[in-house]
């Protein structure tokens, strides 16, 4: 997907990241048509889900959202179609969100599939928005003090919360290593 997403949007630096570019790289690359709906939901609760079918994704955000978080949840939930068919998609999916907002994952393994493809679609998400090629610049200026968190979020169009998430050492490790850029990838 960042592939296709290189050689459509003309680089792997274009920033913000498009919505249309994300929704038009799914249609090319997995043959799904997505509508994408508004909906005001409990956010305690639920900011985003997709229905897949038959070659047709049906997204549906929170109306209550900022740009940023609907940005991250649009991308996230557009993720499923990588993971996902028609065939092996969540039929209903009230058991995982009661799951994340009462168990957690870290704490009981009722349904691991489906938390695997939640934890997967999260990292999908802030891989597409926050390109590879540009976390070790965006590190470098916050670190010479031309730019700060929130700077580099608005840049991105993203929260300042998901931009420390993804310049953390750990976080650009575990990326570098899941791309093959790492300098340990043999063990891999």
Not at 13 to 20: A, E, G, L, R, W
Not at 176 to 184: I, M, N, Q, W
Request: hydrophobic share 40%.
């Amino acid at each position: 997907m960042r592939n296709f997403l290189n050689d459509y949007c003309g680089g792997p630096d274009k920033v913000p990241v498009s919505m249309d570019d994300i929704t038009a790289a799914i249609k090319e690359l997995y043959g799904y048509e997505i509508t994408t709906q508004f909906v005001p939901f409990n956010p305690a609760l639920l900011r985003g889900m997709i229905e897949i079918y038959e070659k047709k994704a049906v997204i549906t955000i929170n109306a209550n959202l900022n740009t940023a978080d609907t940005r991250y949840v649009f991308v996230k939930e557009a993720c499923h179609i990588m993971l996902h068919t028609v065939e092996n998609a969540t039929k209903d999916p009230s058991e995982i969100i009661d799951y994340y907002v009462h168990v957690r994952p870290e704490n009981d393994h009722t349904h691991p599939e489906e938390i695997i493809c939640e934890e997967i679609t999260k990292h999908g998400a802030v891989e597409l928005l926050f390109p590879p090629a540009l976390r070790q610049h965006a590190k470098d200026q916050i670190a010479a003090g031309k730019a700060t968190l929130f700077t580099i979020g608005e840049g991105l169009h993203m929260s300042e919360n998901l931009v420390e998430f993804v310049l953390s050492d750990w976080y650009i490790d575990l990326s570098a290593r899941l791309l093959g850029d790492s300098p340990d990838r043999e063990r891999f």
